[in-house]
């Protein structure tokens, strides 16, 4: 089956506003998204990164580098200070390229972001 490109959603939440906890949950969030994908990091295209604006000690970029991000194109932004929405939250979309079908990728929400998508197996 030929590959194509597909988009995967992924975010985590942190309890602290600290490059040590930021890095380590972003980590933590890129290597569930690519296990539970069966991707290797030469498969991801791109990511763009949000964070809430209670985030500001580190860019999650950053944190993706640690652990081999470093070819991968990465861009940062602020998420949408919408009242009432999840704090202290890094989201993440991968542009990835795979032969898997749309239906059987998984996007990977962890900590206190598993309740932004409860409709997600």
């Known amino acids: 089956m030929p590959s194509t490109v597909r988009a995967l959603r992924g975010a985590t939440t942190v ?3 600290s490059p040590g906890e930021i890095t380590e949950r972003v980590q933590e969030l890129l290597s569930a998204v690519l296990e539970r994908n069966g991707l290797r990091l030469d498969d991801v295209i791109s990511a ?3 964070a809430t604006p209670d985030l500001v000690s580190i ?3 950053t ?3 640690g652990i081999g ?3 991968v ?3 940062c932004a602020s998420e949408i200070p919408v009242t009432g929405s ?3 939250c890094v989201r993440v979309l991968l542009h990835v390229d795979t032969a898997r079908p749309a239906s059987e990728l998984r996007h990977v929400y962890l900590h206190d972001a598993r309740d932004l998508r409860d409709d997600l197996p």
């Open 63 to 65: 944190a993706a580098r």
């Open 69 to 71: 991000f470093g070819a």
């Open 59 to 61: 860019f999650p970029a």
């Open 48 to 50: 763009i990164f949000t």
């Open 15 to 17: 309890d602290h506003d």
């Open 73 to 75: 194109p990465l861009l």
């Open 86 to 88: 999840k704090a202290r």
